[in-house]
């Protein structure tokens, strides 16, 4: 029964134009939750496929092996490629196999002294590789052989460096390499690691040192500036040595020379004497003969005797 105007009546039951009784509301809202619960759960569980589909294989490089453990224990060594394993119960682990550096993680590298008690700063690099068959062993038994190794080089390098003496250091560089690398060949052996190469790239001495080898290569420098000097006046004064040798044997030969051309000429003159005397004591008109071949034919101007000098008529013939 309606009562008078627009209002309900009291008791009727009956709900105003465009509202919803309390009960489709409640039961609107349960509808509501149940979707959405049964939509999460689905996404919720292909989520969880997915993921598991995702972590069901795993790729390996080239450069690369993979244990593979199943709830932690070992079970193969993986090659590169695609592999599979089981979602949640099964795990791959990488490690590289090729050839890695190590080096000292402080920029100055490792400090050590030699036989002389000299400090020294070196940095190094150690070449290395984990080969493919040692791989399980390596992650059952040594996973930490990048800090082992590290401390077995160090160890191996300060050893070695003890044997020598600081202004060897630089000489033997090569000799300390070698020396090193051949130990820790077999030492790495232990970490299922072989070493491949060892090289000593720095070595830094302390200022002092360095002072004094500056010092000793100015003290050799002046020494070697005064012996090269040195060397240098003995070979002009040998120079001065030879030339006044040579001159004074010029001398003595140019003396010989007139000597000996004196001699010649005397002795020429003295025979050319013997044979005129010898001449003239075979033949006495040949004093004769050479006056009369000198003479111009003219006669004295002025004569103190009838004899005509220079001339003797009354010689006695040739025989």
Known sequence: MQGIGNGPVPGSGSTPPGESAPGIQRENVMFDFATIRRYVLIG???????????????????????????????????????????????????????????????????????????????????????PPANVGYIYENAQDYRERLFNVAVDRLKSEMGKVNVTHVAEQRGAISQRIRTVMAQDAKVLGVEVTDFQLTNIEYTKGFKTAVEQAVTARQMIET??????????????????????ADATLTRAQAEAKSIQLRGEAEAASIRAQTEALRQNTGLVELRKAEKWNGALPTQMLSGIVPFMNFNAPPAK
């Open 44 to 130: 919720l569980a292909g989520l969880i496929l997915l993921t598991a589909i995702l972590l069901s294989f795993f790729t390996v490089k080239q450069y690369e092996r993979a244990v593979v453990t199943t709830w932690g224990k070992f079970s193969y060594v993986a090659d590169p490629g695609l592999g599979f394993k089981i979602p949640f119960v099964q795990a791959a682990h990488r490690i590289r196999t090729d050839i890695r550096t190590l080096t000292p993680p402080d920029p100055k590298g490792v400090n050590t002294y030699t036989v002389d008690n000299q400090e020294v700063d070196i940095y190094f690099n150690l070449f290395y590789r984990v």
């Open 226 to 247: 005064r012996e090269r000097e040195a060397a240098q006046e003995k070979q002009v004064a040998e120079r001065n040595r030879i030339k006044a040798q040579g001159e």
